[in-house]
């Protein structure tokens, strides 16, 4: 069984203060709700698993029928941290999970394609993750005022989410993070203490996050244009 773990339990405070960036209406529906159609339209995903802030079950709750879902999903509180608020969700899984895909519940233009190749990626390799490479000129600042070396952007790439993973595999990086002690905002780095390979899944598509407010026009745009749009319940 192939599951998803949607981290929705963050502050967002670059979005401003008093504002849920999660809820912001964008194309007509919430932020969430357009991650959360994408996965529960993704046919290789079994089991969806939210992880919300506490005191936000209800909204969450409301929001699942407004959009008439159908896939199991089920709701557990976030931790302190994002390393934190994803242990929960994999605790929450149901027996016999074998891949699961992590992912920013503020990223709602995520493809089924692109959800599909992490699976596919992971189940071979173990580790996987959406990334685009590089394009611009990357340069390296010692004290980030000058220049101090030139990085070759030809071995760059830009992780996003989903990553996914064998549900074992991200188990036993995340107990390794824990036990060090150590603070990760990225699950590939978590596979990176214990030797893990990650595999590079291209995006061939845009898929943005909703990080400040600069970002809600231009996310607004790409659901507007995508080429095979969820449809609406």
């Not at 407004?66 to 929960?88: C, F, H």
């Not at 101090?148 to 030809?154: E, N, P």
């Not at 060090?180 to 061939?204: K, M, Y």
Request: charged letters at 20%.
């Amino acid at each position: 069984m192939n599951a998803a773990v949607i981290v929705a339990a963050g502050q967002g405070t670059r979005m401003g203060p008093g504002v849920d960036k999660l809820f912001l209406e964008v194309a007509g529906q919430p932020v969430i709700a357009h991650t959360w159609r994408r996965f529960e339209a993704a046919r290789c995903v079994d089991e969806i698993v939210l992880v919300v802030r506490a005191g936000m079950q209800p909204a969450f709750t409301a929001l699942a029928a407004e959009l008439g879902l159908l896939k199991p999903y089920r709701l557990v509180a976030g931790g302190r941290q994002r390393q934190d608020s994803v242990w929960n969700g994999l605790t929450a899984l149901e027996a016999g999970t074998e891949l699961v895909a992590i992912h920013d519940g503020a990223r709602p233009c995520v493809s089924e394609r692109l959800i599909a190749g992490t699976f596919a990626a992971a189940r071979e390799a173990g580790a996987a993750v959406a990334a685009q490479r590089v394009t611009d000129t990357i340069k390296d600042s010692a004290d980030g005022t000058v220049i101090t070396g030139h990085l070759d952007r030809a071995r760059l790439w830009a992780v996003q989410t989903p990553q996914t993973f064998r549900i074992e595999v991200i188990r036993r990086a995340l107990v390794e993070v824990r036990r060090r002690g150590l603070h990760v905002t990225d699950d590939t780095a978590a596979c990176e203490l214990i030797g893990q390979p990650v595999r590079l899944v291209e995006s061939g598509e845009l898929n943005p996050k909703v990080t400040t407010p600069a970002d809600v026009g231009w996310v607004e745009l790409l659901l507007g244009r995508l080429a095979s749009p969820v449809p609406a319940p």
